[in-house]
């Protein structure tokens, strides 16, 4: 449960990196831009049903949604104005590599969490 703590933790981190960034700008809503990103995550076949992580546990569905997210093009849905703006490039650029770097490999049709040593 430990490891999956950890990473339900990056996730929260990398979601509210995008808070951070988007607060900067006066006209983007970071609270729309999270919601956005959400609702995009979701929009992937994969993560139709993947519930997000409660209570510091990450399922098995979950780990295989965010496999099926690391290239960051569902993100491209939030490029709006009025959701993340031009701060969705630097989400995109950094998603991926924050996800794997807390633990996610992905392959073999499985996902599984290792966190770092």
Do not use: H, R
């Not at 990103?37 to 209570?55: G, H, R, T, V, Y």
């Not at 099926?68 to 709006?80: E, K």
């Not at 998603?95 to 499985?110: K, M, V």
Request: with cysteine; aromatic share 6%.
């Amino acid at each position: 449960k430990m490891k999956f703590a950890t990473f339900a933790a990056v996730l929260t981190f990398v979601l509210a990196s995008v808070s951070v960034v988007v607060d900067a700008q006066d006209s983007v809503d970071p609270a729309a831009c999270t919601l956005c990103l959400q609702n995009a995550l979701k929009a992937i076949p994969a993560c139709a049903n993947a519930e997000a992580p409660k209570d510091g546990s990450v399922s098995a569905e979950y780990a295989t949604c965010l496999c099926a997210s690391l290239d960051g093009a569902w993100a491209d849905a939030c490029s709006g104005a009025s959701q993340c703006g031009s701060s969705i490039k630097l989400f995109k650029e950094s998603y991926g590599a924050n996800i794997q770097g807390a633990g996610l490999i992905c392959g073999n049709g499985q996902a599984s969490f290792v966190p770092p040593a």
